[in-house]
């Protein structure tokens, strides 16, 4: 076997040696160890194909993987195989400024896209902070929450070629037509791209995807404004999002914060005592024409909206010198370190994370923080992440759980609480549309037909179930 | 017209019927069947179209999961019906065939004022919904069907809106659905597959089946049948009720002032106008920028066919509106926005060279049609120059995608003209989703009796096989639903997956044959 797969990529891009099996047998999750096979670093989407055809021939599953790093367990081999590691696959295939698209592979990260984009104007629309080595073509896929909620859509999803699990290469949308610019999602045919995002690469390895770009702006303002409680929040940000206020809009607790500002600041329990409980972050933009009187017009609704609900957007929180500045930074200018931010507390965050609405956000947070409690938490380090979503009608909610995974008492005693927790959670209709791991037997058992069509479904694009299986509910 | 058979065993279908949904939502007498034979376009005219045999009209999801039960159990096919005005794909095509008619399943089940949705039912109309929506500083689009149209089949369709340029076309902001498969099982999707009364997310978990239901322009009724779907609503800073002065066929509309702003900016070519779309969209400006073409001022505006034709002639929309585009700009933040947004929009103006129209030709025009692409989009008016109307090229990628569909579009439009009649090179672009996206059509008036009919459909058909011979798509094919795909299918290769998607949930083959895929052909 070894040998076909020397065949397919080339000799010094199959690893079977056990350190490098070692590597790829776990991730940052709570999962346990799972050893492929053997990895491979195909270079193209021809060379995917063979090993999805070696893959049928020896019934031997296949996990694409994209990222340099991994939190929720997708990318372990639940039932052996051999790793299709992607990341060879790194090119920004085209840039087009004047559609406000990019067309990338699975290999590049969240940071080359960006510093790419910049030249043309342009921006990614990525998750928060994401880490240096996360794929942007599977952050984007798999749903990862925008920053900006001021746009109707929630992803910034196109068209994609995809090796189905029966060997076959699809395009989708207008990208399968050779008379069009290859972007609008839908059709001819139906919406394929739909199955593959949040599917963990169970139906197919999309080997290139287009993606929107939005204007990256030479004028922006950061604001932030300090609450209470989470609930304390939700309605100006409903007032905000309403009237078309603001670019990035997000809403951390005081341990993400300060984990967050740690790297510039390195003052951890100074940040500490000094953030509120919960920051709004809200920076407003520019656009390329008139950019200073988009500002000043959207800072006027903003001071008036802050007027009527008794808040203040100010130009920091917790005295933090210079923080607009480097909130934009950070923000325009995404971290390359291999130093996660959330990992500097501790060397991982477990992260329980769904979609609710804000006006139910309150209510999950007392529970998770009450769940951390009973477990000998200190609830000041445990994160909370609010990022609004669509004009804030939902939003993404986050739990991050700090972990040292080489204490084997630590990580048993949070493994328990993010059971638990999860458990309770899903009960309370928290709504985890991207079930990873240890959710998706927890959310699928709960919508029995849904389970079934997908089932349907995974018949008909991977016949012999050898994409990533024992993902989702396969 | 065929003449009707019936099913050896319709007593008995009758009687299973009428204990699914009650005696009097059942009807299998011809004279009512002759009323569901067809809509406005061609297949009732080509004599292509078939009485179904049984109207049924029942009140919520589970009376149409027994109807579609029963329907599985004989083997008799279903067309699920909403509004029926704007679909090739409503009149039935197979004998023994049963409507489900969305009559009794009207209203709007829920609004979330809030978090932004409204949970309606299939016969819900985007009147309603707007009505309900604006009371509430909220708005949604509506599709060229009109507002008298179902929401729900809307967003299903093709469901290019007036206001998708920020907000995209109906399949864009589709949220929970619960949906009674071709199988008889009920599907919910989105946060709604985990608690019955979560409506706010449309996707998930994990991979979207709403993927199946989708496509340029939908699955046409062979998927099943949606009857209960959340939409998105959106941020609205107009009125709590929709200005409208005087009444119907003279009924004017006029927007506040302070929140909304109109301008017809005119170009020498298609690509002028396209680069000030393009800019427009950049800047992340306006409420709604459509390039119309001139037979579409005139349909909007005309108030009878005479005027359309008197018009025509005088050649008023064609000398003045060629290449222009509509914009009207909303104050969603406040009065200061809208202000700022003139101020770009007269920047976009002069370093594109663009032109306003003429004064009188904007007075005419605009308090007349133009508020018409926030509520009601004016579609019957579409039928009046010459009782049906017809497209050639439909296009849905970017604006220069768009731009290039029209004009090979025109050469066509020439070529089959007549019976296409006079339509001043049709080429309306609109951009979509802040101009991620252009889509155009080249829709034209065409003489409403069979032999022309027939004619264009027989061109349409050799055009679209043509296309497809150079692996090209050209909007049109969509809408004929199965039998494109089985031709298309191969060319794009999505044929074995859509055949795999269309046997698994539809085993007996009766949602809506030959839709989304002919089995049986």
């Given at each position: 076997m070894i040998k076909d797969l020397h065949n397919i990529v080339g000799t010094e891009n199959v690893l079977d040696d056990q350190e490098a099996l070692a590597h790829y047998s776990t991730d940052q999750s709570l999962s346990h160890p799972r050893i492929p096979f053997a990895v491979v670093k195909p270079k193209?989407?021809?060379?995917?194909?063979?090993?999805?055809?070696?893959a049928n021939k020896t019934l031997t599953p296949v996990i694409p993987v994209s990222s340099g790093v991994h939190f929720w367990g997708a990318t372990l081999p639940e039932e052996g195989g051999v790793i299709v590691e992607l990341s060879r696959?790194?090119?920004?295939?085209?840039?087009?400024?004047?559609?406000?698209?990019?067309?990338?592979?699975?290999?590049?990260?969240?940071?080359?896209?960006?510093?790419?984009?910049?030249?043309n104007d342009q921006m990614p629309l990525n998750p928060l902070f994401p880490h240096p080595k996360s794929s942007a073509l599977t952050g984007s896929l798999e749903g990862e929450a925008m920053l900006i909620p001021k746009y109707e859509y929630s992803d910034p999803v196109l068209t994609s070629q995809v090796v189905l699990g029966n060997g076959s290469l699809i395009k989708t949308g207008m990208a399968a037509a050779n008379?069009?610019?290859?972007?609008?999602?839908?059709?001819?045919?139906?919406?394929?791209?739909?199955?593959?995002?949040?599917?963990?690469?169970?139906?197919?390895?999309?080997?290139?995807?287009?993606?929107?770009?939005?204007?990256?702006?030479?004028?922006?303002?950061?604001?932030f404004a300090a609450f209470n409680e989470l609930e304390d929040a939700a309605e100006p940000i409903y007032k905000l999002q309403r009237r078309h206020l603001g670019n990035e809009c997000f809403i951390l607790n005081k341990f993400l914060m300060a984990s967050l500002l740690r790297e510039q600041?390195?003052?951890?329990?100074?940040?500490?005592?000094?953030?509120?409980?919960?920051?709004?972050?809200?920076?407003?933009?520019?656009?390329?024409?008139?950019?200073?009187?988009?500002?000043?017009?959207?800072?006027?609704?903003?001071?008036?909206?802050?007027?009527?609900?008794?808040?203040?957007?100010?130009?920091t929180v917790g005295g933090v010198a210079g923080l607009g500045t480097k909130m934009i930074d950070m923000l325009r200018n995404l971290?390359?370190?291999?130093?996660?931010?959330?990992?500097?507390?501790?060397?991982?965050?477990?992260?329980?994370?769904?979609?609710?609405?804000?006006?139910?956000a309150q209510a999950y947070a007392d529970i998770a923080l009450s769940y951390a409690t009973c477990y000998g938490l200190n609830i000041n380090e445990v994160g909370v992440y609010m990022q609004p979503l669509e004009r804030g009608r939902a939003c993404h909610l986050s739990f991050c759980l700090p972990c040292d995974l080489d204490n084997d008492a630590e990580r048993e005693n949070i493994r328990e609480l993010y059971l638990e927790l999860s458990d309770r959670l899903i009960s309370e209709d928290a709504f985890f549309s991207r079930p990873y791991g240890v959710w998706a037997d927890r959310v699928y058992r709960r919508c029995a037909i849904y389970t079934a069509k997908l089932k349907q479904l995974k018949k008909i694009f991977d016949p012999n179930n050898i994409l990533n299986p024992g993902k989702l509910c396969h | 017209m065929d003449k009707m058979e019936r099913h050896e065993r319709h007593d008995e279908i009758l009687q299973a019927f009428e204990a699914a949904v009650g005696v009097g939502n059942v009807k299998d007498s011809p004279a009512v069947m002759n009323a569901y034979c067809g809509d406005w376009l061609p297949p009732k005219t080509l004599g292509q179209t078939k009485r179904p045999e049984f109207i049924l009209m029942p009140a919520g999801t589970l009376e149409v999961q027994r109807v579609i039960k029963i329907c599985n159990r004989y083997k008799i096919p279903f067309v699920p019906v909403g509004s029926n005005q704007w679909s090739m794909a409503t009149a039935p095509t197979r004998p023994h065939t049963v409507i489900i008619d969305s009559k009794r399943m009207v209203d709007i089940l829920e609004i979330d004022e809030k978090n932004m949705y409204a949970v309606i039912q299939p016969y819900t109309t985007m009147a309603q919904l707007h009505a309900e929506a604006n009371k509430r500083g909220l708005y949604i689009g509506s599709p060229e069907a009109s507002a008298q149209s179902s929401a729900l089949a809307g967003h299903t369709f093709q469901g290019m809106w007036g206001v998708s340029y920020r907000i995209g076309v109906g399949a864009r902001n589709i949220l929970g659905m619960e949906w009674v498969l071709p199988d008889g099982e009920i599907l919910r999707t989105g946060s709604l597959s985990h608690t019955c009364q979560s409506w706010f997310w449309g996707k998930g978990p994990g991979p979207d089946l709403k993927g199946m239901l989708r496509g340029y322009a939908g699955a046409l009724g062979g998927v099943g049948m949606v009857t209960k779907m959340a939409v998105k609503l959106h941020p609205y800073p107009g009125p709590a009720e929709f200005p409208a002065e005087g009444y119907i066929p003279n009924m004017t509309s006029t927007m506040p002032k302070d929140r909304f702003h109109w301008e017809i900016i005119k170009f020498d070519d298609l690509e002028g106008a396209a680069t000030f779309m393009y800019e427009v969209g950049k800047a992340e400006i306006g409420g709604i920028v459509h390039k119309w073409p001139t037979v579409y001022y005139n349909w909007w505006w005309a108030n009878s066919n005479e005027e359309y034709w008197t018009e025509w002639q005088k050649r008023t929309f064609q000398d003045n509106l060629k290449h222009a585009v509509a914009v009207c700009l909303w104050g969603f933040t406040s009065k200061k926005q809208l202000e700022y947004e003139k101020r770009v929009l007269e920047d976009i103006i002069e370093d594109t060279g663009g032109r306003r129209i003429k004064q009188d030709v904007f007075d005419k025009w605009v308090p007349r049609a133009a508020n018409n692409w926030i509520r009601d989009t004016n579609g019957s008016r579409m039928m009046r120059p010459s009782g049906t109307f017809l497209c050639l090229k439909l296009a849905a990628d970017t604006i220069k995608?768009?731009?290039?569909?029209?004009?090979?579009?025109?050469?066509?439009?020439?070529?089959?003209?007549?019976?296409?009649?006079?339509?001043?090179?049709?080429?309306w672009i609109g951009p979509y989703e802040f101009c991620h996206f252009g889509f155009a059509e080249t829709d034209f008036p065409v003489e409403k009796n069979p032999e022309d009919m027939a004619d264009i459909m027989n061109k349409l058909l050799a055009m679209t096989k043509e296309d497809l011979q150079h692996g090209q798509e050209n909007g049109v094919g969509p809408f004929l639903g199965g039998p494109y795909h089985a031709m298309a299918g191969p060319v794009f290769k999505y044929d074995s997956l859509l055949k795999g998607i269309k046997k698994a949930i539809d085993p007996n083959l009766v949602s809506n044959p030959p839709h989304n895929f002919p089995i049986d052909e």
């Open positions: 193209n989407s021809e060379e995917v194909q063979e090993l999805v055809a070696f696959m790194d090119k920004i295939l085209e840039i087009d400024p004047q559609n406000r698209r990019v067309k990338i592979e699975p290999g590049v990260t969240w940071h080359k896209l960006q510093e790419a984009l910049a030249e008379n069009t610019q290859g972007v609008y999602p839908e059709g001819p045919g139906t919406n394929f791209i739909h199955f593959f995002q949040g599917a963990q690469g169970t139906l197919g390895i999309v080997t290139w995807l287009n993606i929107k770009t939005e204007y990256r702006p030479k004028e922006q303002k950061a604001f600041d390195g003052d951890f329990e100074k940040l500490m005592q000094d953030l509120p409980p919960y920051t709004m972050v809200l920076v407003i933009a520019g656009a390329p024409r008139r950019p200073l009187e988009r500002i000043a017009y959207e800072e006027e609704a903003l001071m008036e909206i802050a007027g009527d609900l008794r808040f203040e957007p100010a130009k971290p390359s370190t291999d130093v996660y931010w959330k990992n500097r507390f501790k060397n991982s965050t477990q992260d329980i994370f769904f979609i609710t609405t804000m006006d139910r | 995608s768009s731009v290039d569909l029209v004009k090979s579009g025109y050469q066509w439009v020439d070529k089959f003209s007549p019976p296409i009649l006079d339509s001043d090179g049709p080429d």
